[in-house]
Structures are given as C-alpha cells and as structure tokens.
C-alpha cells in the first residue's frame, strides 16, 4: 500500500461519515506498514481516539493481533500516564489558588469533555497556563513551589519552567511513559505572533473564567467561546511552521460534531474572535482543514462568516497541499510556505521571512535539556543533539530541494482552481 494510505483510513474512521468497510485494508498491510502507521498515529495524537473509535465497529475484532495489542498497551500506559499529569495538574492550581493569582489553564485537560470525550485517550505534554502580565513574577514563584525550575526563553510572552531531566528525548522513546522531565508554560497572551503574523486578539479573557472540576481536580478554565479560539489559534501556529498535531484538528471537529446546535455560540464566538480580516481568514483556514480531513459538518454561521468569504488562494492550499501536509511525519513539511504568504501584506517582508525559514541560519535545539551530572549521561546527551541537529539540517536540505518542484505544482494548482471558479460562474 503508499504510504499515506493507512493514514487516510486512520483519519477517515474518525470523521463524519467514516467508511466501517474500509478498515477491511488494514488486514492486508504488512509488519513494516503497520509500524510506520502506529508510529504516525502516536506523532499525529490520533492513536487513542483512533483505537476508541476503531473498538466501536466490528472491524476491531478482525483487525490484526498485533495492532490491537500494540493500541491496547498505548491506552494502558497513556491511562497511568495521565494520571501522573493529573497530580501535576492539581499541584499547580493549587499553588496559583493560594497565591491568588488571576490565571486559566488552557488547552490540556480543560479541553474535556467539550473537545475530547476522554482524558486518558488525549496524549498531553505539558501543563499550559494564561496570566495577566503584572502577575507573572508571583504566578513565577507558584510553579518553583512545585518543583519547577525557569528555563531560557524561546519565544516573546512564554515562560517555560521544568523538572530537572535525565536526557535529552529522542524519537525512539516512548510517548506513554511517564514523563521523565515535566513542563510548565506560563502564556502572557494566547498569541505571540509565529510566523510574524499578527492578530487582533481579546484581552479580557481572565475577566470570563469559569470554575470546573475534572477527576476531582479543581481549576480555572475560560470561557467555551475563549477556549475554541484559543484551540483554533494554537493549531494555525503550527500550521505557520512545518506540522501539527492532527489530533488538534480533530478535537475541533470533535467539539463541532458535539455542539453544531449550541445555541447562541457561533453569535458569541463571533463576538469575541472580532472583525480583525487577518483573523478570519486564520479561523476559517484552520476550519477548513478541518473540514477536508474529517469531513465535519460546518453549521451554517461560521460557514458564511469564515469558510465562504475565504480568498481563492487559501481553498486552493487547502484543496491541493492540506491533506499531504496534514499528513506529513513529525520532521514536517514546507508546504504550508504557501498558504502562509496569504497573511503578509508586503512582499519585502514576506521575501525576509522566507528567507529565514529555507535557509534557517541557527540550529534548533533538541527539545528537553538535560541536567545530568555524569560524563557518561552529558556524552550520550551530547551525541543525541548532534543527530537532531544534523537530522534538522538535513530536512531543511531536502525541503529547499524539493521546494522547487512544489512550486511548479502550486502554480498548477492555482491554474486550475481558477479555471474550476471560473467554469462554475
């Protein structure tokens, strides 16, 4: 079978109107097939709820010996693993409460059950925090107290603190595990212009929390209006980079299927996502990714006010480049370089900006910094940034390449979108 076949499958079972027959083709692949799919579906996030959804249809009981038990292990250790966060969770809401600082967490466990039926079937990273600036000093002092140390700053407005590791994570380890090392982020704002594309966004979101309770745990949560711009920003960010998490997607499909009748949302959301043209364009670039990956049925309101009014250009990228980017393993892919032209209003600027992201002229750093005190552990550390890195420099090689050949067909494309806009007309 291609590659990416088994992917579509994956992603097909999970949207609106998945094809139970069609799983059938899991049968057929072979060792090597199903190792490169498990490893895309734990990358991607879409391992567990695949394996729930996948329970529901009786192809689960024909499906392989080895991919049940493979998604069974993965639920098992996820399960244990969650429930370590969660105590991690509690530890720092509890810390914030008693220093009274004004916050909400964002993403992570605040998305269920709005966005994700379960807890145990979403993998989670990190703990994600909003808080109003003046407080970030005390906010600072309340996660050291729970054993996390400041680490350097990557990126404006993001304060991330952490345990001390024992390595440096590498694609070989296992996502499932109990985490080694544990992370904080405490966010000043929900958007801290990636890809040098600014937006207009509220900021009065810690003026509309809500109080909830999740396992036993109290905490700060935003409003649902708040959380689904926030879920949908998070996923156009990384859309400006080279991947994101498919998972992220389909937990907006997820709440679109839960809620398409909630009434007065879409009148509220509106309100609060504002008239700013960079951001429409944002939300319905991201909803309709989602939509031509899983199928999601759109409620009418946000059809007209972010899918239909969407530049040609950007249902083109969508159309022709959305899926194969989407699918794309978690070195990622330069395609969404076309799309995000869309949101630069200077050709100067977008021609500096490109500039640095084909020809990057610092190395990434592997995420995760070790703080080991033998040799023997600095020197394996040592030798796992040295393969990052030349991994890195080596993508970014073989995208410039290849780029050009991209090119040639996102002219093609474009070509005939137009024709197809202007047939239809």
């Given at each position: 079978?291609r ?20 799983l ?7 060792p ?46 996820n ?14 809401s509890?810390s ?72 440096l994570?590498t ?96 009148h ?19 909803l ?26 950007i ?111």
């Amino acid at each position: 079978m291609r590659k990416d076949e088994l992917k579509l499958l994956a992603v097909d079972a999970l949207g609106s109107a998945p094809d139970p027959a069609a799983l059938r083709a899991l049968r057929s692949a072979g060792p090597r097939e199903f190792r490169a799919l498990l490893q895309w579906l734990d990358h991607s996030g879409l391992a567990l709820y695949f394996a729930a959804r996948l329970k529901q249809t009786p192809q689960w009981n024909e499906a392989s010996a080895e991919l049940c038990r493979a998604l069974d292990r993965r639920a098992e250790a996820n399960t244990q693993r969650t429930e370590a966060l969660l105590a991690d969770f509690r530890a720092v809401s509890d810390s914030l409460h008693r220093r009274r600082v004004p916050h909400a967490f964002l993403k992570g466990f605040t998305l269920a059950p709005a966005f994700c039926p379960d807890p145990n079937l979403r993998h989670q990273s990190d703990l994600d925090v909003l808080i109003a600036p003046e407080f970030l000093d005390e906010a600072s002092r309340a996660v050291v107290a729970c054993g996390y140390e400041l680490q350097p700053i990557t990126e404006p407005g993001e304060f991330r603190f952490a345990t001390p590791a024992t390595h440096l994570p590498t694609l070989r380890d296992d996502i499932y595990s109990l985490p080694p090392r544990r992370e904080v982020e405490l966010h000043t704002s929900i958007w801290a212009a990636p890809g040098d594309v600014h937006l207009a966004v509220p900021e009065d979101l810690l003026s509309r929390l809500q109080p909830r309770e999740l396992h036993g745990v109290s905490f700060q949560s935003l409003s649902l209006e708040d959380a689904f711009l926030v879920q949908v920003l998070h996923a156009f960010g990384h859309l400006l980079g080279s991947w994101l998490r498919v998972s992220w997607l389909w937990e907006i499909h997820y709440f679109f299927e839960m809620h398409a009748a909630y009434a007065g949302f879409w009148h509220s959301f509106g309100e609060r996502a504002g008239d700013d043209p960079q951001m429409r364009k944002a939300i319905g670039l991201v909803l309709s990714l989602t939509r031509r990956l899983f199928q999601t049925r759109i409620s009418a309101e946000p059809q007209a006010v972010y899918l239909d009014p969407l530049p040609e250009r950007i249902s083109a990228w969508v159309e022709h480049c959305g899926t194969r980017w989407a699918l794309a393993g978690i070195a990622g892919s330069k395609l969404s370089l076309f799309v995000h032209r869309e949101f630069f209003d200077r050709d100067a600027s977008w021609r500096a900006y490109f500039l640095r992201r084909m020809l990057p002229r610092h190395a990434k750093t592997s995420p995760g910094l070790a703080l080991a005190s033998d040799a023997e552990t600095r020197l394996r550390d040592r030798i796992t940034q040295i393969e990052f890195t030349a991994r890195r420099l080596f993508f970014h090689a073989g995208a410039a390449l290849s780029f050009m050949w991209e090119a040639l067909r996102w002219r093609q494309a474009l070509y005939a979108s137009r024709r197809a806009r202007s047939a239809a007309s």
